[in-house]
């Protein structure tokens, strides 16, 4: 059971939604949905989302151009006052499905956090790099090789550990927690390409 307090920086709402990270930006940057300032200390950003949050920006992916902001504001802020409401009138003729919305964030919330419990970073382990509990695998060298136009198919061929779960996952956890700084090569994961169309993984 996911926990209904728990904020969200942008990069897991766009994980979550499906919007893009700039969107997501944008949105708040624009007053379409809000933006919860918490206290605490040690904060990378001041940019933090709730879940009905989630669920508006999940409405944002299928609303934008479709109405203007000010009717998209104005939804929003009914979304947040029902929470309950399985429907909600965006106009004359227009029915927006808000349990659906709600039902589809719900999932992916829950996948990142099945995600961020199998994912650890240990300073003692790759120093320091993401990977799956138990492995060296690392995360974002994982999802490079996909992103590289290396297959599910042959990645998991490459390690016993991995799943086309643990691969989605993978590319979920990542979307949420964007590396910072410069991108590292594949070969600094311990990857090699071995031809220009067909690419497989030697995990450490």
Known sequence: MHDPTRLYTPAEAAAVSGLALKAVNNAIDKHIVDIVRPAAAGRRTSRYLTPTHLV???LEH???GRLPVERRQGLFREVAAKPDAKRINADD???VDIGEARRQVAERVRDLEEAEQIIQIDKDTLAGEPVFKGTRIPIYGLV???EAGATPEELIAGHSKLDHRKLS???LWAAAHPRRGR???LTD???MLKSTTRRSAAFF
């Open 93 to 95: 003729l227009l029915l």
């Open 183 to 185: 991108p590292k090569r």
């Open 144 to 146: 490079a090789m996909l």
């Open 169 to 171: 996952l993978a590319r």
């Open 189 to 191: 994961f311990g990857f």
């Open 62 to 64: 299928g609303l934008v």
């Open 56 to 58: 508006c920006l999940r």
